[in-house]
């Protein structure tokens, strides 16, 4: 990847273009950038939910989610430079060997739930929801531009991983889940 930022502004961007890694220039609403922006938007929202986990002791769900942060980038390089591969299928298949041992402990889920209960676990299903954000900007470019490698599988899986890690957040805070109270239907 040899490339460096010594320099923050360019100036190339000013008419509404921005390069990608590999030299061509594209608007900056094409399907490229939107889905580099959300990916960015997700890690960045995934470090607020590290920092709190880090902050309330919880080590074992930030060892398991803190190197998403560095697979996202990964997948933000994916983006900015087609030709690039940095990911692969053992890093999907850890997100689904943490999802399994975190969903054997938790058990099946009996009703919905809400994004409450602290503010960790709002925020571990705030990522969830930019995660599949994440994935549907990626599904738009890849309907335009077809994406080679495990990215779609990843993010898929990381937003699986995300649902779980907000429940096993609630569980290890002694924090029980808030289940969804339908509205009652009006009489007739």
């Not at 902050?55 to 980038?73: K, T």
């Not at 890849?142 to 957040?169: C, H, K, M, Q």
């Amino acid at each position: 990847m040899g490339y460096r930022l010594s320099k923050i502004y360019t100036r190339t961007g000013d008419k509404g273009e921005t390069g990608l890694g590999d030299g061509r220039r594209v608007p900056k609403d094409h399907p490229r950038i939107e889905a580099i922006g959300e990916v960015d938007s997700l890690n960045s929202q995934l470090g607020v939910l590290l920092a709190g986990l880090v902050e309330q002791g919880l080590d074992e769900v930030s060892a398991v989610l803190a190197p998403c942060q560095h697979r996202l980038f990964d997948l933000g390089g994916e983006l900015a430079m087609p030709s690039y591969q940095a990911l692969n299928l053992a890093e999907v298949e850890r997100l689904e060997a943490a999802i399994d041992v975190w969903n054997e402990e938790l058990g099946p889920l009996k009703n919905f739930i809400l994004p409450s209960g602290s503010a960790l676990v709002a925020q571990a299903h705030v990522c969830r929801c930019l995660a599949r954000s994440t994935e549907r900007r990626c599904q738009q470019l890849n309907a335009v531009e077809p994406l080679e490698g495990v990215g779609l599988a990843y993010i898929n899986r990381l937003s699986d991983l995300l649902f779980v890690a907000a429940r096993i957040i609630g569980r290890r805070q002694g924090i029980a889940e808030v289940l969804w109270q339908p509205a009652e239907k009006p009489q007739s």
